[in-house]
């Protein structure tokens, strides 16, 4: 089988930020896959499954109540290295034009406090495996070492090998 092309991007080069994974397109509709990657692939530790997961219900609750986006959501997710997050929005994107919308989504994140939505048993799969400070440390850290004053580098993936 061929190799899909996320699989073809260097991970050995790869730093946080935010990254256009690919735009697909069916029957006149767009797709944009963004690549929001919160630490460097095998050279710094991956987001415990915990953080994520919290991390997970955070972004999902935020993206879908968010007045200009929330038509466009089309998933927020975890990858499964656990390094990063895909989002999918509606339509034709570029990195910077969801700067302060990703921003946001994780000053939200940081700064939340209280039950973390949708994490109750009769809501979620596995509703405990979740780790709201955990969660916080992250969204800080993206937030400060990544978000705020990206630049062009942090915005395209590296050359692919
Ligand atoms: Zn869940």
């Known amino acids: 089988m061929e190799k899909i092309a996320s699989f073809q991007i260097d991970h050995l080069h790869l730093e946080p930020g935010v990254y256009v994974s690919r735009v697909d397109?069916?029957?006149g509709v767009d797709v944009t896959t963004f690549d929001l990657r919160?630490?460097?692939p095998n050279q710094e530790p991956p987001m415990d499954s915990a953080a994520m997961h919290a991390l997970e219900h955070l972004g999902a609750t935020f993206l879908r109540n968010d007045p200009s986006w929330?038509?466009?959501v089309v998933y927020f997710g975890p990858m499964g290295c656990r390094t990063g997050?895909?989002?999918l929005l509606f339509g034709s994107f570029e990195s910077?034009?969801?700067i302060g919308l990703v921003t946001s989504l994780f000053e939200f994140a940081e700064s939340f406090e209280g039950d973390i939505p949708g994490a109750r048993p009769e809501e979620c799969g596995n509703w405990h495996d979740s780790d709201l400070m955990?969660?916080?440390w992250w969204a800080r850290r993206y937030l400060a070492g990544?978000?705020?004053g990206i630049d062009e580098r942090h915005l395209s993936y590296?050359?692919?090998f």
């Open 96 to 98: 910077k034009d969801v």
């Open 38 to 40: 919160l630490t460097a």
């Open 25 to 27: 397109s069916w029957n």
């Open 70 to 72: 929330k038509d466009r």
């Open 134 to 136: 955990q969660a916080r």
């Open 146 to 148: 990544t978000l705020r």
């Open 158 to 160: 590296p050359h692919a």
């Open 85 to 87: 997050f895909y989002l």
